[in-house]
């Protein structure tokens, strides 16, 4: 899978949970300039060695906000993405409408009338109705359901993201909360489910964690989610291991338990690790 970062206008939501503000732009990107960036990306000449069949575009918001990415670009993104055989990209839910099924038809026309598929990557966050209320996501877990539904009919494939241990949920119930989620987005019909540890840096969090509302979630709680969600056997689930190194509390068994986490997306089983003799931690299966 080749990603691609793409450069463009603030999300207009305000998620209590998100940092990724601090790497958008202020103003509206000039035309033609995604697919510029696009161009750079699949001009690295590594990507010709690999190969990859599957394109994800993420770009700091929904693919699908006309201010972050211009409707415009679409033909020249769906042109480039024919040489892959799957074009990801995100949205928020209540963004999912007619231009999504304008995307789908012209992936469909390329690849020499083979067609590109697609998949929508959305922000499902916590089936926790409380606290999905209380991360200013502004939608509601019936209407993630329904554009879940209608990405089903329109036979475009559906990922979704799952937050552990978010804002105004208690730590002991981390665990419980992200599998359930896990277990309702399958039941919605996600293909690919990804675990995201919640990470602090973008202020909200630091005022809430000093207030006792949020505290980040340690690695044995990302590990206990997976090894969960993995075995209820029903989808794929991957876990976050971005910028892992700030949830550990162990220097000696960390790399072990990275490269465990790496080996659970992979193998999409739970593997045997450990014992640590410095902080105890085993890592057999159930434990």
């Known amino acids: 899978m080749l990603t691609v970062l793409l450069t ?3 999300c207009p939501w305000r998620c209590v949970f998100c940092d990724l503000w601090r790497h958008t732009l202020a103003d509206r990107v000039a035309p033609g ?3 510029a960036q696009l161009d750079l990306a699949l001009g690295d000449p590594v990507i010709e060695t690999e190969r990859p069949t599957e394109l994800k575009l993420y770009n700091a918001g929904s693919y699908f906000d006309a201010a972050a990415i211009p409707p415009d670009e679409d033909p020249a993104i769906a042109t480039r993405a024919g040489a892959f055989q799957r074009l990801i990209v995100e949205s928020h839910p209540l963004l999912v409408g007619d231009r999504c099924w304008r995307l789908r038809d012209r992936l469909k026309a390329g690849r020499g009338g083979v067609g590109t598929g697609l998949e ?3 922000g499902l966050e916590t089936v926790n109705p409380e606290v999905l209320e209380a991360l200013n996501k502004r939608v509601t877990l019936e209407a ?4 879940a539904m209608a990405l089903r009919r329109g036979g475009v494939s559906l990922r979704a993201f799952v937050l552990v241990q978010p804002p105004f949920e208690a730590p002991g119930e981390a665990v419980e909360w992200a599998v359930r989620s896990v277990e309702h987005a399958w039941d919605v019909g996600a293909r690919v489910v990804s675990l995201i540890p919640v990470r602090g840096g973008n202020g909200a969090l630091e005022a809430l964690q000093a207030a006792g509302r949020f505290r980040p979630p340690n690695l044995a709680t990302l590990e206990h989610a997976l090894e969960a ?3 209820c056997a029903r989808g794929i689930v991957l876990a976050d291991t971005w910028d892992l190194e700030r949830f550990a509390d ?3 068994c960390f790399e072990e338990r990275k490269e465990r986490l790496t080996r659970m997306n992979r193998l999409q089983r739970v593997p045997c690790g450990g014992p640590c003799p410095a902080c105890g931690w085993n890592g057999r299966p159930g434990e």
Do not use: K, Q
Not at 144 to 147: K, P, Q, S, V
């Open 8 to 10: 463009n206008r603030e």
């Open 144 to 147: 993630f359901d329904e554009a």
């Open 229 to 231: 969600s993995l075995r």
């Open 250 to 252: 162990c220097v000696v």
């Open 120 to 122: 929508i990557a959305m």
């Open 33 to 35: 300039d995604i697919a």
